[in-house]
């Protein structure tokens, strides 16, 4: 079963998957990529 939760600008987040595993901030700048894929920035 997945999980879906709602993240907004201002929210603290860790990265659990991929090439920035175990970073964590806050999340900003959030972008919808050409492919259509949602990024995000962690500072």
Not at 5 to 10: E, R, S, V
Not at 22 to 36: E, P, Y
């Amino acid at each position: 079963m997945k999980e879906e939760t709602t993240i907004k600008d201002g929210d603290f987040c860790q990265v659990i998957k991929g090439t920035h595993k175990g970073k964590m901030g806050t999340a900003t700048d959030f972008n919808i990529s050409k492919t259509g894929h949602l990024t995000i920035t962690i500072v």
